[in-house]
């Protein structure tokens, strides 16, 4: 029998995973559950546990590619003694394969079917002639080619598509003067006239003066697009206060030892993280987005706050899932984890997504301040800078004071410069008055 | 003209003026080029002035007069009591379609501004072509050069060529006179539709093929249709023939064609040439010299007119700076035989020994309405597919016009097209292309106007 293992909803809105690395070959054979495959998404990078125990016989998807929800991803043989296994095991993997009916091998047609050959052909690319034309002029091999339609066939969209992604790579192949491999015609087998000519790339022989150009991929290439999906879809505004960061402080150098003892490191981001709920509570359309589609505002009940974290690959932001509902040491303790998460990449599917709110600690990373870009569909993202010690004027008097920097940036749509300044002044006040916490304390 | 060594730089020259060159020629000029286009004789080359057309309009006449000898023209109420022919007017009507045909091709060279110039060229260096004709020499130097000075007909090294008892295909399509007997060596298209064009006229033929089957490459159901079609025009045929065994005179050896290239001086240049002497080249015509490109029947290919057209295209399109190669799926094949036979892609076997599930369906053409009411009805159309995705690998058409109706199959393999695509479609009834539809169907296991198996 066999298995077609297919690419599963991932959530979220995502649509597409990239195979980064595949951890079997064909003829290997896989047991249920064993890793076969890594594979990045949106926000991490998974590992595929394999849906049955079988002979992998295709890899339709190969590394580097970049899958669709429903994509086959890996043919297997399974014996039909293992075919029980077909049904796939939950797991806590996010990409979780879907089951599929395994495909019927019988034959379409009634007609002659004659002895099976021993070898098998390799299927054809199904394209037609114009697109196998596109495909040699952008110097594109269309078996790399993944169809974006259901039917298998590659249209010229698909061959554009991958050869803007192949990018700058294949620069080389465009060049029509260029001198291929001679190959004899004669008597040539049509059907095996195969595009044959590989050509050759043209050395740029001038490091140093030349631009250098490297193709936006991976997580690079995720955090543009959501970045620019961001700038471009939501009006921004940035409002800027600064905080007086004394009793943070303060607080925080009491907790930090009790807390050390447990195991936790606290920092100040699980203590503002705190401090935020009862402020979204208190301003619900901060914990809020605009459906776009529908013209709705969608107040969230629920409050998970998006952390942005450096990784060495660039930006990602781990989510504290119901962190009203986390006492303060919880919070530290799975903040510590999701960043660790984070910078291995190690971080689930839920952990890196679906964020109500986001807080950026621009402190840090080494920043003073920054206007930071709201992280889609979100309404808000507040930004903390470092706390510094600056000389402030208080009642007719200069005086030193350890200084917290605020930049919150909203949606224009849905909140105005008013309710961003409520905001940000009751923030102020919690921050600099802790204590209140105490007053809604369950 | 000048006289003398005079040097004239061009843009691109064409070497040879057949369909191959002329094609070249023209879209280079398309393409903004000034082009200059040489050859000794007009323009159409082999194809339009000795080969393809000349033989098909003499099977055409052939068959006209053909078909007033047969029954069925009684059976449909005509009488056809005094009709006779006259070979030397067969051969000026002929003679009135090339030069109708050539007259075209002049036209169209001039129309878009491509100097034709008389003369056989040869390289001096890898910039250079000398052109002798009748008003001297010339050289060219040109910034490209397309070579498309097509091949001459193979022979046999034991049988030379001499024009009165051994002949070349086109020597026997201008026969003077009408011999009585004519000995036939070839297992190819040509070779079958010279049995077929003169036995049509009453010539005793004997047609001995040299391989297996008088066809190679033909799938066997069609083949007995070929096969029945020959014998009922008194032609007698045999396989597996050892060329002594062939005696009787004239004899026309059809063994296919040598590339043209012996005079070029292609050593002096570097051009790479292949073990049957043709030039080799890349699938963008490039020789491995890159700026002189070759396409057609030099390059040692298959020696058909449709390959050496394409490949003049892309041959232009590359020297102008386009990324295009020559790479269709499958070739069009057509035999003008009683009934006429075309093929494309594999047939059932050939698929098979490629490795693919195989699926097959026919039609045979007693059952087409259009067939019987042209009183046609011999032939039939065979569908090979792969039997996992329907996929259409291959089409053979036995029948009356087979030859244009073969290019609806050979458009669907191209797009790659499935059984159910073939089905779905509407086809003009009664028309000849549902013998398409209908084998479709009948792969799938649902064709209406026969029974299916099982």
Known sequence: MTYEFKLADLGEGMHEAEIVQWLIDVGDTAKLDQAIAKVETDKAVVELPSPVTGRVSEIRVKDGQTAKVGDVLVVFETSAASSGDGT???????????????????????????????????????????????????????????????????????????????????????????????????????EQLAPSTSPVEKKVDQAGTEDQRQPLTGLRKRVAEHMERSWRTIPHATAFDEIDGGALITLRQALKPIAEQRGVRLTYMPLLIKLLIPLLKEFPIFNASLDEEKREIVYKRSYHIGVATDSPEGLLVPVMRNADRLTLMEV??????????????????????????????????????????????????????????????????????????????????????????????????????????????? | ??????????????????????????????????VTLVDQGPPGGTCLNRGC????????????????????????????????????????????????????????????????????????????????GEHGSHRFKFDHCILAVGADAAGHPQLPYDGERVLTPEQALQLPELPNTLNILGDDYIALELATLFGRLGVEVKLYSPGEQILAGCDPTALRLVQSGLRKLGIQTATKTAIEYVTDRPVVISQGVSPH?????????????????????????????????????CTGGRALASVAMKQ??????????????????????????????????????????????????????????????LGKDNGVALIVANADDGVLLGATIAGPRAGDLIGQAALAIEMGATLTDLAEILYAHPSLSEVLLESAENALGRAIHILSKG
Do not use: C
């Open chain 1, 88 to 190: 796939p095991k939950s797991s806590e993997t996010p990409a979780v394969a879907t089951s599929s009916a395994p495909t019927n091998m019988s034959s379409v047609a009634t007609a002659s079917s004659q002895s099976a050959p021993s070898v098998a052909a390799r299927p054809r690319v199904q394209a037609a002639p114009a697109v196998r034309k596109l495909a040699f002029e952008l110097g594109v091999d269309l078996e790399q080619v993944t169809p974006s339609s259901a039917s298998g066939r590659v249209s010229l969209e698909d061959v554009r598509a991958y050869a803007e992604r192949a990018g700058s790579a294949t620069s080389g192949a465009q060049n029509g003067a260029s001198t291929a491999e001679v190959a004899s015609t004669a008597a040539p087998k049509e």
């Open chain 2, 261 to 297: 290239t012996a005079g070029l001086h292609l050593d002096a240049v570097g051009v790479n040439t292949s073990s049957n002497g043709g030039i080799a080249v890349n699938a963008m015509q490039q020789s491995s010299v890159p700026h002189i490109l070759a396409v057609g029947d």
């Open chain 1, 332 to 442: 530290a303790a799975k903040l510590e984890k999701l960043i660790e998460g984070a910078q291995k990449r190690t971080l689930a599917l839920p952990e890196v997504s679906g964020s109500t709110f986001t807080l950026n600690n621009v402190g840090s990373f080494g920043g003073g301040s920054g206007t930071p870009i709201i992280n889609y569909p979100e309404a808000a993202i507040l930004a903390v800078g470092r706390i510094q010690e600056k000389a402030i004027a208080r009642q007719g008097a200069v005086i030193v004071r350890p200084v917290m920097p605020l930049a919150l940036s909203f949606d224009h749509r849905l909140i105005d410069g008013a309710m961003s300044g409520k905001f940000l002044g009751r923030f102020k006040e919690l921050v600099e008055n802790p204590q209140q916490l105490m007053l809604d304390m369950v």
């Open chain 2, 312 to 373: 003049g295209k892309v041959a232009a399109e590359v020297l102008s700076g386009q990324r295009v190669q020559f790479a269709p799926l499958v070739t069009p094949l057509v035999v003008h035989t009683a009934p006429e036979i075309a093929m494309v892609g594999y047939a059932a076997d050939e698929a098979t020994q490629a490795g693919y599930p195989v699926v097959t369906g026919r039609f045979p053409l007693a059952a087409n309405g259009r067939a019987l009411t």
């Open chain 2, 53 to 132: 057309i000349p033989l098909k309009a003499l099977l055409s006449s052939t068959e006209r007069y053909y078909d007033t000898q047969q029954e069925e023209l009684a059976a449909m109420g005509i009488a056809a009591e005094t009709v006779s022919f006259d070979w030397p007017r067969m051969q000026a009507w002929k003679q009135s379609v090339v030069d109708r045909l050539t007259d075209g091709v002049r036209r169209l060279v001039a129309g878009n501004h491509i100097d034709y110039v008389y003369g056989t060229g040869w390289f001096m260096n890898a910039q250079e072509v000398r052109v002798e």
């Open chain 2, 1 to 34: 003209m000048v006289v003398g060594d005079v040097t004239t730089a061009v843009d691109v020259l064409v070497l040879g003026a057949g369909p191959g060159g002329y094609v070249a020629a023209i879209r280079a000029a398309q393409l903004g080029h000034h």
